[in-house]
């Protein structure tokens, strides 16, 4: 098979990349690329047939007249990628080459590379950032890389460096990044360090001194939501079993010490699960604003000794405001809301006057602030009014 396909590389001049893709698009509908996919991306990627265990197949067979190890040392992400939109425009031809790329082919050769010089393996490694940035293969390929003979000493560590660094590279949006671990499954990067190291210290200082902070940034992130998931199934257990505001406080406290959450996270938190089991549908218009102040005051009780920074305090406003806009049955309740949270000490008058004047979220900000209006009124006049006493 590579013999045949070296027939058509070969006629190629260096550099035709255009040329390159035509050959090997027509090389497609006569080689049985999918049977020999193994072998294609050897030869495309790393530049000849390999023996187990990562050397070249000593056959006396040249290198492969077009291959990703082709690129010049050391390696950037704008030559490789001329050889990656090469197979990129092969593969959405012959789609069925996707699967054994991300399957097999990927895995086996990161996990062969840590043999190699690092130049070469850089080109491997960059190539694999490129082709999942390009959706030619998912992220899942790199789980090879957290056994243990490849991490104990940073060599699977270096390689996703490098991959990461190419993904953000074409595309720096923390959206994207995340998007391309979780379609891979990757859960945790802490698994691509050695086992003494499995700790946010050793991540945080690994990619900042990388320049990649994004990388920190999404693991922080991730484990904040993993955090709160499981606090706020829990908390909403602690409800169902009726449990009193003073026994959730205890188990929070318990949790923040072990985990902690940001408080203006823990505020959201908290917040979502113990006013999930509210049905608002239930009261009667007429009685809907009674049961609002009523299990906001429910709710308070627990927040209450978490509110104690004003920028706790906005992001608690903030949450309410998103709630009320989407559950458009309460958003006339959004005043008394506020005068509940004040009154339980929540929210301060500095909070409610800052998310007034400029802390509002965008999410039906002008029925909001207009409804807020009285109350910020009251509250202003009653500051105006100590002041004058003192």
């Not at 082919?105 to 043999?115: D, G, Y």
């Not at 299990?295 to 308070?300: D, L, N, P, Y």
Request: overall charge negative; hydrophobic content about 40%.
């Amino acid at each position: 098979f590579r013999d045949q396909l070296y027939k058509y590389l070969e006629t190629v001049p260096e550099g035709d990349f255009e040329g390159y893709t035509n050959k090997l698009i027509t090389a497609g509908a006569n080689l049985d690329f999918i049977k020999y996919s193994d072998a294609l991306f050897e030869v495309l990627l790393v530049g000849g047939l390999l023996q187990p265990g990562g050397n070249y197949l000593d056959d006396g067979a040249p290198p492969s007249p077009f291959s990703v190890n082709n690129v010049a040392e050391p390696p950037t992400v704008e030559e490789v990628k001329k050889y990656i939109d090469v197979l990129g425009k092969v593969m959405r031809r012959y789609k069925y080459l996707q699967k054994p790329l991300e399957t097999t082919s990927l895995p086996a050769l990161l996990q062969n590379c840590a043999k190699w010089p690092v130049a070469k393996r850089d080109k491997l490694a960059i190539a694999t950032g490129l082709l999942i940035s390009q959706q030619l293969a998912s992220a899942s390929c790199l789980t090879n890389l957290q056994k243990d003979q490849l991490t104990k000493d940073d060599t699977s560590l270096n390689i996703v460096t490098v991959v990461f660094r190419t993904i953000l590279s074409q595309d720096p949006s923390m959206e994207a990044f995340s998007g391309h671990l979780k379609k891979g499954g990757l859960k945790d990067i802490l698994l691509f360090f050695p086992p003494t190291k499995h700790d946010i210290k050793h991540l945080e200082s690994h990619f900042k001194a990388a320049g990649l902070p994004q990388v920190v940034d999404f693991y922080i992130k991730r484990q904040y939501a993993i955090i709160k998931d499981t606090m706020t199934k829990h908390l909403k257990e602690m409800v169902e079993a009726a449990e009193s505001a003073d026994s959730m406080i205890e188990y929070i406290k318990e949790s923040q010490t072990e985990n902690p959450l940001p408080e203006t996270e823990l505020v959201q938190c908290i917040w979502a699960a113990l006013i999930a089991s509210v049905d608002w549908s239930i009261a009667r218009p007429d009685h809907l604003d009674a049961m609002v102040m009523k299990e906001t005051k429910r709710i308070s009780a627990v927040l209450a000794p978490f509110c104690s920074a004003g920028k706790t305090q906005i992001a608690l406003l903030n949450v309410v405001q998103v709630y009320c806009y989407e559950n458009t049955k309460i958003m006339k309740s959004f005043p008394s809301i506020l005068k509940v949270l004040y009154n339980e000490d929540c929210v301060s008058d500095q909070a409610i006057f800052f998310w007034y004047q400029k802390g509002s979220k965008p999410q039906g900000r002008q029925h909001f602030l207009q409804a807020a209006e009285p109350l910020v009124k009251y509250l202003q006049q009653q500051e105006d009014e100590s002041e004058e006493e003192e």
